[in-house]
């Protein structure tokens, strides 16, 4: 059911990152369900996990180790979250840390633990501890497509992409990988995505872009306002391509698109592989007093099942769609003043239907693929864009039959 | 669908005021879709309305009417909300009070105007106006039921409730009717309600009344999130019964009591007949640190599209529900010190699932058409209830199909 999404064709090897992938039988017989990714000495990684205060013991774990020594083993799981576990499934995520360790011979805190899947059941340490020897011996710089696909849950797709840019006579890669099919499921739709590249970056820089980007890519994807208490998304640089990127330097904004779109393609990607999906829904909010302003009215928007259900439906309901702006928690919004648009249809404005409105042209537009809702409040200069989903009767039936 | 309701068997008169309902054909055939309510001179009302910044015409003129004199009549339309419509509406709103106000011999700004139905269409002021001698004259003081019903849209039940009470010696009754489907709709769901009582009341005493109980009924119920632009709640007080209700009376406490059931059993009403509904389901939220606080995290379970489809396939998936406290916007939260129940059986305490709970026992709790989670914070003194219902495919359905 993914809107306009393929497969990763091809995942450049980042240098000085090795992965590998192996099935230990976590949840699903058959399948890769754990992932290992190797990092070069001198590596620097950023990261941000979810702000969900039910937070699984990886996350817990994987925070206080990166804020001891540089890390140079992430350990992802797929089939079971280890949340709401207790303190079995912290002691459960250490002991896999400590085995790995010993098996590639660095520190404990050297290593960082993910997981993904079901919560409230107890991690199988025993049958991934045992797995690891192998991982290990599988390490390769051209496993990013079976890593994509070992951390899939119930994704229908791995996602993947890679971008290269020359910066001073030099290649530059950066690839990433992603899971996640719309954060519709606490239980097993953690957002999990790894984005490295071989350029140098200081760590206070590397920091500060995820910040950044991750603003504009993984938190400003929605598909119905559930947040995992898994979600983690890391930002690694390796520095071997030897090249370095600083915050003064005339490639820094080379670097930082290409950074921005490999991050933004993979947000995205999440979003049509959402459950359910029919449609890829763009909602962008300019003239707002400030960036939050506009980002209140568009998640208000991408949040309400009447407009969702509306998408799935193909129908140009713009009476919902103005509700939704009316309520959003904005202060003293003059609905008077509002423009909504559906792609390059004007509908409202002026406080009523647009005169050169038809159903017609708004059921023309509703049945693409691909939508941009447009909502220009006109009362300042700030703007914010929210993809998401539409709200079909597949989701209700997917996350009503699970687990039952 | 509706969980647990039944029609009114019988909706006692209250002196002083007279209701009639015609058939005015504004969307449909066959049924009575407009409504008029007679208040005897010297009536009080206090009235709130929708917070949706995009209101419809007709609550700009109902809030512009009773910035003024006494209000005589309350004139309601089901069928058509005059909402999205601009100035034409504005002057169609004003159109119908005026004829009103010719043929019932009062002033344009003694009546007050109400509208429920599609959002965006004309509303067939010259149908409604020819209407308005025929409504007027079967105005009766028995037509509360029948007015129930014209007021409609997507209701499968007409709502309405009386309680009476004995104070010195005198009988007193309270009567209220409602409308609403869940706001679920914000073409079609508007609430509306009109409680009225014959006793005597200040209007600082009657609007300070209706501000308290409207935040713990019709403010407490959620089905989607998605607010009408329509939206009123009218109390209304005749004096009639010549009982003086007043703040340090020892009869207050009982006549407060009264008047809660009466906007609570309306205000579940219209959770109970939400489309799609298959559950009623409370949100009990305690040990928070402010109700603002306890309120956040209810509305957020309550809201959560997971939570719901969980309790639609009767599945005690309490993953869903840990997941949507925890991503509460609330500081701090620990959820080592969060337990959560479903109904008498504790689910989850002290960081882990409670040591006698098992899925046999969650799934016998699931089965239940009334479910209440309980959710204590341990942090606090402060509690909120809110009522809402399960999200179903059928939910989808209906509003995917609606104007389809």
């Known amino acids: 059911m993914a809107v306009n999404l393929d497969p990763p064709s091809i995942l450049q090897p980042v240098a000085g990152i090795r992965l590998a992938s192996t099935a230990a039988g976590i949840a699903h017989q058959g399948r890769d369900d754990l992932a290992l990714i190797e990092l070069c000495a001198g590596t620097r990684l950023a990261a941000v996990f979810t702000r969900n205060a039910f937070?699984?013991?990886?996350?817990?774990?994987?925070?206080?180790?990166?804020?001891?020594?540089?890390?140079?083993?992430?350990?992802?799981?797929?089939?079971?979250?280890?949340?709401g576990t207790g303190e079995p499934g912290r002691r459960d995520a250490l002991a896999c840390c400590q085995e790995?360790?010993?098996?590639?011979?660095?520190?404990?805190?050297?290593?960082?633990?993910?997981?993904?899947?079901?919560?409230?059941?107890?991690?199988?340490?025993?049958?991934?501890?045992?797995?690891?020897?192998?991982l290990k011996s599988g390490l390769s710089s051209e496993g990013w497509l079976d890593a994509a696909q070992a951390i899939m849950t119930?994704?229908?797709?791995?996602?993947?992409?890679?971008?290269?840019?020359?910066?001073?006579?030099?290649?530059?890669?950066?690839?990433?990988i992603a899971k996640g099919a719309g954060m519709m499921r606490p239980d097993m739709a953690t957002m999990l995505a790894y984005v490295a590249t071989d350029a140098s970056l200081s760590q206070t820089l590397l920091e500060q872009m995820l910040r950044e980007l991750v603003g504009d890519s993984f938190n400003?994807?929605?598909?119905?306002?559930?947040?995992?208490t898994n979600d983690a998304c890391v930002l690694i640089a390796t520095g071997?391509?030897?090249?370095?990127?600083?915050?003064?330097?005339?490639?820094?904004?080379?670097?930082?698109?290409?950074?921005?779109?490999?991050?933004?393609?993979?947000?995205?990607?999440?979003?049509?592989?959402?459950?359910?999906?029919?449609?890829?829904?763009?909602?962008?909010?300019?003239?707002?007093?400030?960036?939050?302003?506009?980002?209140?009215?568009?998640?208000?928007?991408?949040?309400?099942?009447?407009?969702k259900t509306a998408f799935y439906a193909q129908d140009p309901n713009w009476g919902r769609l103005l509700a939704a702006v009316g309520r959003a928690n904005v202060e003293r919004l003059d609905m008077n003043h509002v423009d909504i648009s559906l792609d390059e249809v004007t509908v409202f404005?002026?406080?009523?239907?647009?005169?050169?409105?038809?159903e017609q042209v708004g059921q023309r537009v509703m049945a693409r693929p691909e939508i941009t809702v447009?909502?220009?409040?006109?009362?300042?200069?700030?703007q914010a864009k929210i993809w998401t989903t539409d709200l079909s009767g597949e989701y209700v039936r997917i996350n009503a039959e699970y687990r039952s």
């Open 55 to 83: 937070c699984a013991a990886p996350v817990e774990l994987a925070r206080r180790h990166l804020s001891g020594v540089n890390p140079r083993y992430l350990l992802v799981n797929s089939g079971n979250a280890n949340a």
């Open 100 to 134: 790995l360790a010993a098996v590639c011979e660095c520190q404990t805190e050297e290593v960082i633990p993910f997981s993904t899947g079901v919560i409230g059941e107890r991690l199988p340490a025993t049958r991934i501890n045992s797995s690891l020897p192998r």
């Open 154 to 176: 119930t994704d229908t797709l791995p996602k993947g992409v890679s971008r290269s840019l020359q910066i001073d006579g030099r290649c530059v890669t950066i690839t990433g």
């Open 220 to 228: 400003s994807i929605t598909v119905d306002g559930d947040t995992s």
């Open 240 to 307: 071997r391509s030897k090249v370095r990127i600083r915050h003064t330097d005339t490639a820094y904004h080379d670097f930082y698109q290409a950074l921005a779109e490999v991050m933004t393609h993979l947000a995205q990607a999440i979003v049509r592989d959402g459950e359910g999906a029919t449609k890829f829904i763009t909602v962008w909010v300019k003239g707002a007093l400030s960036e939050q302003e506009a980002r209140e009215v568009a998640y208000t928007v991408a949040h309400s099942p009447l407009v």
């Open 349 to 358: 404005s002026q406080g009523g239907v647009d005169v050169a409105y038809s």
């Open 374 to 382: 447009g909502i220009n409040l006109h009362r300042g200069e700030h």
